[in-house]
């Protein structure tokens, strides 16, 4: 047997869990699922416990725990960024070097009494080794990749001190060649813009990627707030680099991201707050940024064309996650293949740093399996049982009804969803990344007029500009949208077909919000973005048959072979992973069926849930 290795990423947002026997991915999951702590930093307890049991294996069985990045090296540029900056940040700098010092610069000891937790093992046993944070980022995709050589583009806020990377890779190795660094980057300027418009950083990013289409893209403004972010916060150079007007921001050395009176003499309106209403000029400055995070994509993926001359290339890290910069990628013809990982985030990193040990450390051989990629459709996660259903059911003295056939139960939740009704839906694994696939959704018909605003705010308890995401049979694609290959992770954003779309009024662009999103735009409204696009997810019969069938059911039943797509949960809340997460949920919101394995729970007939258990009270608004 092969080399047998957990990857682990911690401390700082995503913490998650992978193990790696032999080149393959065994299992992997994100802590937030278990703890219910949305993007919990805390070292993954739960996540590393049910790797290993999935797995089959003790800590002493491991032949190495890769950590995903540096520490102190990531300290080191801290300590070096407070200096350069001194005597601003002192506040900063007290409040975050006893954090580093406990948790980051005596991380070997934090490991070693966290693994105790997990279970026992002997000491002299463990190797620990620690890969670059984009090198990490690089493997998660390249070695799960079907390429056999590709450039590979990671993109994100900040590692140690790279915050981009260009790599090739090739067989087994990955080569870094170009690197942009600290303080200089566009995942913190997409960031900082996010914290301006009023949304949580490090969370609120891809509401700023729904936001900006509501932007009027003909607008003087939208044209002058480029002009400006380009002349006063970030020069471009034409490799893709980035050079950012440090005198602008306060990440580096403050407790916030902007400073924002600078910002607000420059944009002409004050820092948003989070519950605000959204107005014209915010979608406006949304789409200002949203264009230029895809011009630097585009420059930096040109660059890497330059550098390595490969046909294909595979993206990662947090701005890999802009499905709509992943879209214009996609279309410019620079690569002929593009793929994406589905944990692009630092929750990523743990399952690159498991892949970057196997290969690069210990050298071992890769050998694609010849499957579209080596990540089984990212069901990584726990899988539902029969038995934990029934406890659950037994516990809330749920109704039920039990399907001995899983083609009848998806025949009736086909009808269930043609009648305009939402269905949570829980099967198989626990997806491995930030999108719902499939395994843990919230499902319902996309071609209902009402269904974005029933799904907005009745279910998820969410601003009503959020888009939601096709799940389309991956052999019918072409059939509702402009795109030809795959996309089962839902990272590219493609137009609908013209075919499809219905006009708009001339003075469509200058309607105010509200009557721009529930203007019908094409014969599937709930999935149709302002824009004509709609962020994709194909669904495959080889990685999720039941997905697959009940869509199947669907298209027999209605001649649509696609369904609205959401994660299952609240506004704040992780995904949900165990079938009691799916019922608390399903019980709290305005939910019409709760879909778990062959069990069937309708709302009306299940006992009165107690007013006094509220989501508000559990979960932070993200």
């Known amino acids: 047997?092969?080399?047998?290795?957990?990857?682990?990423?911690?401390?700082?947002?995503?913490?998650?869990?992978?193990?790696?026997?032999?080149?393959?991915?065994?299992?992997?999951?994100?802590?937030?699922?278990?703890?219910?702590?949305?993007?919990?930093?805390?070292?993954?307890?739960?996540?590393?416990?049910?790797?290993?049991?999935?797995?089959?294996?003790?800590?002493?069985?491991?032949?190495?725990?890769?950590?995903?990045?540096?520490?102190?090296?990531?300290?080191?540029?801290?300590?070096?960024?407070?200096?350069?900056?001194?005597?601003?940040?002192?506040?900063?700098?007290?409040?975050?070097?006893?954090?580093?010092?406990?948790?980051?610069?005596?991380?070997?000891?934090?490991?070693?009494?966290?693994?105790?937790?997990?279970?026992?093992?002997?000491?002299?046993?463990?190797?620990?080794?620690?890969?670059?944070?984009?090198?990490?980022?690089?493997?998660?995709?390249?070695?799960?990749?079907?390429?056999?050589?590709?450039?590979?583009?990671?993109?994100?806020?900040?590692?140690?001190?790279?915050?981009?990377?260009?790599?090739?890779?090739?067989?087994?190795?990955?080569?870094?060649?170009?690197?942009?660094?600290?303080?200089?980057?566009?995942?913190?300027?997409?960031?900082?813009?996010?914290?301006?418009?009023?949304?949580?950083?490090?969370?609120?990013?891809?509401?700023?990627?729904?936001?900006?289409?509501?932007?009027?893209?003909?607008?003087?403004?939208?044209?002058?707030?480029?002009?400006?972010?380009?002349?006063?916060?970030v020069d471009i150079k034409a490799d893709g680099s980035i050079w950012l007007n440090q005198t602008y921001f306060n990440y580096a050395t403050g407790l916030r991201m902007v400073h924002a009176y600078k910002w607000e003499k420059i944009f002409g309106f004050p820092l948003r707050k989070p519950e605000d209403e959204l107005l014209q000029h915010h979608c406006n400055l949304g789409l200002a940024i949203q264009q230029i995070t895809e011009e630097v994509v585009l420059l930096m993926a040109a660059e890497a064309k330059k550098l390595t001359g490969a046909d294909n290339i595979c993206v990662a890290g947090g701005v890999a996650l802009n499905c709509v910069a992943n879209g214009k990628l996609l279309t410019s013809g620079i690569f002929k293949n593009i793929f994406i990982t589905p944990a692009s985030g630092d929750a990523g990193g743990a399952l690159g740093a498991a892949l970057a040990a196997n290969h690069i450390y210990f050298s071992e051989e890769r050998v694609p399996s010849g499957k579209m990629d080596e990540l089984e459709g990212s069901y990584l996660g726990p899988e539902i049982s029969e038995l934990d259903i029934r406890l659950t059911a037994n516990k809330y003295k749920a109704v039920y009804h039990h399907f001995d056939n899983f083609t009848e139960l998806c025949k009736e939740a086909a009808k269930l969803i043609d009648d305009g009704n939402v269905i949570g839906w829980v099967q198989g694994r626990m997806e491995f990344g930030p999108r719902a696939l499939g395994a843990r959704s919230i499902i319902g018909d996309p071609r209902n007029e009402d269904m974005q605003k029933k799904l907005n705010l009745k279910i998820k308890y969410r601003e009503s500009f959020r888009p939601f995401a096709p799940s389309v049979l991956a052999e019918d694609c072409e059939t509702y949208f402009e795109h030809k290959g795959t996309s089962p992770y839902m990272l590219l954003v493609q137009p609908?077909?013209?075919?499809?779309?219905?006009?708009?009024?001339?003075?469509?662009?200058?309607?105010?919000?509200?009557?721009?999103?529930?203007?019908?735009?094409?014969?599937?409204?709930?999935?149709?973005?302002?824009?004509?696009?709609?962020?994709?997810?194909?669904?495959?019969?080889?990685?999720?048959?039941?997905?697959?069938?009940?869509?199947?059911?669907?298209?027999?039943?209605?001649?649509?072979?696609?369904?609205?797509?959401?994660?299952?949960?609240?506004?704040?809340?992780?995904?949900?992973?165990?079938?009691?997460?799916?019922?608390?949920?399903?019980?709290?919101?305005?939910?019409?069926?709760?879909?778990?394995?062959?069990?069937?729970?309708?709302?009306?007939?299940?006992?009165?849930?107690?007013?006094?258990?509220?989501?508000?009270?559990?979960?932070?608004?993200?």
């Open 496 to 622: 609908v077909k013209e075919t499809r779309r219905l006009p708009l009024p001339s003075n469509y662009h200058a309607l105010p919000l509200r009557e721009k999103l529930y203007y019908k735009r094409s014969d599937l409204p709930s999935i149709t973005h302002i824009d004509f696009s709609a962020r994709i997810q194909t669904v495959h019969k080889e990685t999720n048959p039941r997905y697959h069938e009940l869509i199947s059911e669907f298209k027999k039943l209605t001649g649509y072979g696609v369904i609205v797509n959401t994660s299952f949960n609240v506004r704040g809340e992780p995904i949900i992973n165990t079938p009691e997460d799916a019922y608390r949920c399903f019980m709290r919101t305005e939910m019409d069926y709760l879909i778990v394995g062959n069990y069937l729970f309708k709302k009306t007939e299940q006992p009165e849930w107690k007013k006094t258990d509220n989501w508000k009270e559990e979960f932070v608004l993200d």
């Open 1 to 233: 047997m092969g080399k047998k290795i957990l990857g682990i990423s911690a401390f700082y947002h995503d913490s998650a869990a992978a193990v790696v026997v032999d080149g393959k991915i065994i299992a992997a999951a994100q802590e937030e699922r278990f703890t219910r702590k949305k993007h919990d930093p805390a070292f993954p307890f739960n996540a590393v416990k049910f790797c290993l049991q999935y797995s089959g294996l003790a800590i002493d069985d491991l032949d190495a725990i890769a950590f995903y990045d540096k520490p102190l090296l990531k300290f080191e540029r801290l300590l070096e960024t407070y200096y350069a900056f001194s005597p601003k940040g002192i506040t900063s700098f007290i409040t975050s070097i006893p954090v580093w010092l406990k948790e980051k610069m005596f991380l070997k000891k934090l490991m070693y009494d966290s693994l105790k937790k997990v279970g026992s093992y002997d000491k002299k046993k463990i190797k620990f080794l620690f890969p670059e944070h984009h090198l990490s980022h690089a493997a998660s995709t390249y070695y799960v990749s079907p390429y056999q050589e590709s450039a590979i583009l990671t993109i994100d806020g900040v590692g140690e001190w790279a915050t981009a990377s260009i790599c090739h890779g090739k067989s087994k190795s990955i080569t870094i060649l170009k690197e942009l660094q600290f303080p200089h980057s566009l995942g913190l300027l997409y960031s900082a813009f996010t914290y301006f418009l009023g949304f949580r950083v490090n969370s609120g990013e891809y509401k700023l990627m729904g936001l900006a289409p509501y932007g009027d893209p003909n607008s003087e403004q939208v044209k002058k707030y480029v002009s400006t972010i380009k002349k006063e916060l």
